[in-house]
């Protein structure tokens, strides 16, 4: 009923406002730019998206798993602060890449990259890249990137922010940012640490307890430094350390575990760039990834360290106003040790890129096309292409993408002792899709109307094949190139604003329908085949509703996730949850200083459910941060 | 508000309205309805080891008249069995379920199934092995000792320290006899003094050992995936030496060493169904029972000789069983839970 009367609300809501003729906003909810890296800004044809600035503010605290999981991403959450993967349409969380100023950070051993591990506050831009994009973006993105980014801002003097958050489940985090710059220098330091207790209730066949086995301890800073060495060059050096020590919680059914987990990173990167009518980036990054793991399982703690060494030279030419051509050569080392590999294992890689893009005089048509050629010491690996166009007809964006994919096996795949398999083949596969966003306002209403209105809807289809499962093979799990799998679906969204004077009120639908199902197994007979994956959900929709009062801003956010199956023939299943959070923000000053107060209710309906089976989610959390900006006169955007 | 602004707000209201409807869709899914039943002799209990940290392991009765019972555990007690249940053991009129991962062991009414006790604080129990009335022990994937039980009051009683993951054991002459994963040795304990008392050399990575009606013990041990072949050995317990031995190539992964009642024929899983004479000099040239493109599994050889071999497809969904009679023809199939392991008939 409770759930009935909100929807009731949530529907109905628009008519209430409209009748107050509130005035302007102070908070916009603009997007926040996508940063320009490589050539990532050459894909026409790929559906790129951004946290507004609001999820920024109200997710300052948070890591990167929580501002995704309020934008209608599906992510397999082992609970708070646990271990957080991100599959995108279908896929796995290998298909999904992730990006640090253009350069994979995904865990070289397992191919995937932890979530919460990842801080919102460290980075000044996140976005979200849908679509299979091997031939940019390197092995593994076959389903989805996030990319995440800063850029240097030069003459914008002193600037310090700091914030606090503390949460009802015993988790203190804090942060800050501290940047300098003037006309020839830029230098930013961003920071956070988080003592977690994580004492968080939870529901176990019918009975609450609570979790007394997940605190945890976090922290880590990022520093970008950038120096202009010329007119229209410079150097950047780029520093990212984090640490982590956490302790895993046992599933509903195991006994206590006292399992353990320690991350340490160490990233380090150095760029120098020339701009001009042929541009040059020439970089080079190290990586150095440590995980110490240990329970009552192993006699010997489990100790991984990857170390990545990347060299990379990027040239553009600009051939005339409408048409770019350019090339990348990268030459990347990855060292990894484990006991599991019994000593260690070193694979090369090296690629070349080459890309064209094509615009139109006035600029409505765009079309881009680029390939890619890797060689590495497991073998040779096919040629990858991404190709896209987009079209500006009025006031509606059409976009076509196709791409031809592959993701090499994992270190882990390979070597993990038992289990690995030197003989696995790369996966490969195509996708295709089609999408258009459309400002139906500027259709219905005069420009510069208080209302706004926007549509999207996104088709795509992906078929990967040699699909990777761990599997077991007589008792013993090992890794094996076991299906064909195509994904497929529909993405929509819906968002309409109002605004007048210091009011605006918005809401925004962003809906998902996937189907991913195995289409050829090795298997004879398999009752899992054309069935829908485990863990991915057929429906998923996000309903948000934000309203913002002068300095005041309210936002109440609704997720659905359809049935998830966990077994492959679908006779066993997470059951579907609707999940609703309240945001509350209210900025102000004092003495000059901007201050910004927000609190938000995680699960303020109580609600049982799960996102991994038998690793139960919390029930309501309660949150209280403030942030303020040091100096006087400063805007207070901790980003 | 004008026309056209009350015409959009409609609009809206309508999208919203159509996503909550849409949204709620009743979703598919299939559920197994309970079976009430009641075993008898010549039934077979069939333990599905479920996924790894799903939580979802359970039973599967199959009845002399070729009915089943899927998930019988929680039919009997409405709760989960538990995590991977990794074996079983009949034993004293009492039926001892081996729950791997949730490091515990059901103790149940045989023909029931009605827990009667659990036993716990055991790390990662493997097999369970009786050496008396009161007595058992219980081998480890990771503590690195065997856990001696007190069948009395269903307790942990003592350890007997042994190297890594220590597998599948028998008893043959007052002894008994472990095969161990992470040594090149079968280890041989005094059941009386619950002391290591001797070890046979034999091939790293043992994984599974049967006696024979020679009083010969076979040991089988498992591919590495990495570097290490396995390997099948007949050892003579009394002067310890290796009568017979096949090294399989790395691409062959052996599993699942099992006998028929009288112990003169030993099969075990190698891709197909392996059928080997208890007095054999040779490997067997042909297979028993082909894999077909199949995920064989379990094995399980029944008192009268009937093989039961289980397809795990990709071991996340739910298995099905096939029995075969002694030359190999199949007689029947039927559907199991996930990861059918293990078998046990019931006299």
Redesign the interface.
Known sequence: MCRFCL?LF???S??AF??QGLTDSIVTLKTVPVISFRSEEYLAGLKTESPDSLTRVFHQFSSMSSVLAENNFYIKNYGPGQLSVLSFRGGNAYHTGILWNGISIVDPMTGTGDLSLIKSCLFENISIRYGGSSSISGSGNLSGSILLSSKPTFNNGVDANIGVNYNSIGNLTTNGKISMSNEKASGTIRFFRENALNQYHYIK?GTEYIQTKASYLQYGLTSENSILTGEHSSLDLLFWYQYSDRNIPP?????PNFAKQKDENIKLGLNWKRSGRTSYNIRTSFFADQLYYND????VASDSKANTFLNEIEIRRLLDRHQQIGITINVTTIRARTIDY?GSRTLGRQWLNVFYLLSSTNEKWKFNISGRKEFSSLGDLPVTITTGVSRNIKSSLIRISYSKLHRNPTLNDLYW?????RNLKAENGNSLEAGIDLQISDL??KQNST?K?TLGGTFYSRTVNNWI?W??????W?ATN?SQVWSRGIESS?M?RYSKNKFSTS?R?Q?SYTLSTKEK????????LHKQL?YVP??S?E?SWTIIYKKIALRVIEN?S??RY????????L??YFLTNIHLGYETKIYGRSITLITSWDNILNLDYSLV??RPMPLRVFNFGISMNILKNKSNTIK | MNMKSKTINRVISSLFLFAVLFACKKDETSSTPATPFTATSGGVYISNEGVFNNGNSSITYYSPGGTTAPDAFRTANGTSLGDICQSMYLHNDKLYLVVNNSGKIEVCDPLSLKKTATITGLTSPRYFLPVSLTKAYITDLFSGFISILNLQNNTVSGTISLSGWSEELIELNGKVYVANYNSNKIFVIDPLTDLVMDSIAAGPNGLSIQSDTNGKIWLLCSNDYVSQPGALYRIDPITKQIEFNHTFTLSEYPARLRKNNAGTILYFINSDVVKIDASATTYPVSTFISNNSRNLYGLGVDPSGIVFVSDAFNNNQKGKIYRYDQNGNEINRFDAGISPGDFLFIP
Do not use: C, M, W
Request: aromatic share 12%.
């Open positions: 929807y949530l529907t109905f628009p008519s409209y009748a066949e599933t509903l059914y195991q006994p009552r399982s192993l006699t019994q002792k038992p289990g690995g398999n219905l209403f209302h209105l499962e599997t077991p093979i007589e008792s013993l090992t076991i819906l309409y809401i639908i809906s197994s090795i298997l004879v007979n398999d009752p899992s485990i057929v429906y929709y309903l659905y359809g049935t966990t077994t492959s023939d679908l006779s066993e299943s059951p579907s089976q038998n």
